[in-house]
Each structure stands twice: as C-alpha cells, then as structure tokens.
C-alpha cells in the first residue's frame, strides 16, 4: 500500500525508530516523541487536532496552539524523511505498511492465527505477534489507557498460543513460558488451567494438582472466591487420569 521501507517503527514498547541500516533516529525534546506515539497508535487513521493537542499540552495549550502543532508536524516530517503525514479533515495521519510498524505486525499476525486452518500454523503466526513485543513500559503518559487496552490483547494472545501449541501436541513446549505467566497473574484462571493441562499431558500430575491448589489458595485469599467451571474441569480430568 504505502512504500515507507526506509523507517521501521517500535511502540510495543519504547518508542524506536531505526532507518533501513538499522540505526536510530533520534528524536529531540518530548513533544515530537509524544506527536509520533500518538500517530503511530492510530496508525493509517485520522487523528483529531484536539487529541493532538491535548498529548502535546494537556488542559493548558499556549494561545498558539494551532499554529504551534504544524510546525510540530513539520519538524516531524523532517525527522522522518519519506514518510506520509498527511493533514486530513480535521486532524493529521501516518500511513504505514504494516511491515513498518509492531503493532501493525502484531495484529496482522494476530488475525492470522485466528484464521489459521491448523494448530500448528495458528500458533506459530500468534508466536510472531508475540514476539514483537519489547516490554510493556510505554513511557508517555498520554498512553496508559491504551497500555492497559494493549496489555489485555496481548495476554489474550498468549492464551491463544497456549492452546494451539496445545491442540498441536506441544505441551512440553509451553510449560516454561505458562509458568512464568502463572507467577505474574496468579489469579488468572484460564493460565492455571492451561499450565494444568500441559503439566498432566507431559506427565507430571502431582504438579498439575499443585497448581490447581496454589491458585484457589490465592483465589480464596485475594477475592474471596472458588475457583471457576474452567479450572474445576480440569481438575477433574487430571484427577481422573
């Protein structure tokens, strides 16, 4: 669509921009790197003069403001030699192929695995998205809505990973990974039921019940709640083997 192979961008994660050798591109002061986050965010879409505004000065704009965010565009156009920001009806817009920007390859990977035929397929495009991501530290504060947004997709992702390397006959493959992500959101059911599955396919039951022990345990103690259907199934099903 767009011809724009001389920049790649990153915002799964700090803001990057390298050129076609790979090199930074530096960007001075806040305000251009707060400008670029926010295009980048809503890439190929209009964003409005008043959100622009707002990223950039919060509830106290110069008098200026207007006059003041074009010349920030023109700097930025500069920067970014080549690529499209183009003044739309009420706002400014970046066009990117997709290739240029994480985001846009995450969630082009992301489709993919859902329409993917075969497990195996699935989870090797859901692999691909996950694995543009940096961190979860977007560093501008203009973001945090977005990161709390962004962050819910991504552990959506990796469940979906989880259970095609599942449905694929990969158990082994995931049991370090679940782990990790069991520790970070022990009051996530869906991990503990997967890292479940995985740990009894693999042969290792007792663990799979400790599991499911741990997380009523912190279930119980941090909500005062039992366990779901989800997790109580699978206890059965390990109980049973």
Known sequence: MFKVACLRFGVLGPLTVVNRDGAPVALRGSRLPALLTELLFNANK???????????????????????????????????????IDLVAGGYRISLDTADLDLLVFRAETEAGRAAAAPTLAAAHFRRALDQWRGTDFAQPHLELEAVRLEAERIMVVEEWVDAELAAGRATAVIGELTTYVREYPLRERFAAQLMVALARAGRRAEALTVYHQTRTELIDQLGIEPGPLLRRIQSEVLAT
């Open 46 to 84: 209009a964003v409005s003069f008043g959100r622009l505004v707002e990223v950039l000065w919060g509830d106290e704009p110069p008098k200026s403001y207007v006059s003041n965010l074009h010349t920030y565009v023109s700097r930025l156009r500069e920067r970014l030699d080549g690529v499209p």
